[in-house]
């Protein structure tokens, strides 16, 4: 198992951001967290298998229609035990 964290800026709250990421995030089999940051950019903690994070990682850029993504960073981190994905 694979983790990352990615950090997406732009109009990425008020937007459904965290709640569409849910939803990409357990239709891929990827558990985590996707919390709103104090900067108005959204933090994404992701784990699950190499092509589901890249999947996951493509559709970040796009979110949900409303939201407009100006960057999505990301960054590996270590393996962890997850349960669920949850937003915050």
Do not use: K
């Not at 940051?37 to 933090?43: A, F, H, M, Q, T």
Request: charged share 25%.
């Amino acid at each position: 198992m694979t983790c990352r964290r990615y950090i997406v800026t732009g109009r990425v709250q008020g937007v459904w951001f965290r709640g569409s990421t849910r939803g990409e995030a357990q239709r891929l089999g990827i558990t985590g967290h996707a919390v709103n940051r104090p900067d108005g950019s959204v933090e994404v903690v992701a784990c699950g298998s190499e092509a589901a994070l890249d999947a996951l990682g493509e559709w970040l850029w796009s979110g949900p229609d409303m939201a407009r993504v100006d960057s999505v960073t990301r960054e590996d981190l270590p393996e962890r035990a997850l349960s669920g994905f949850t937003t915050g």
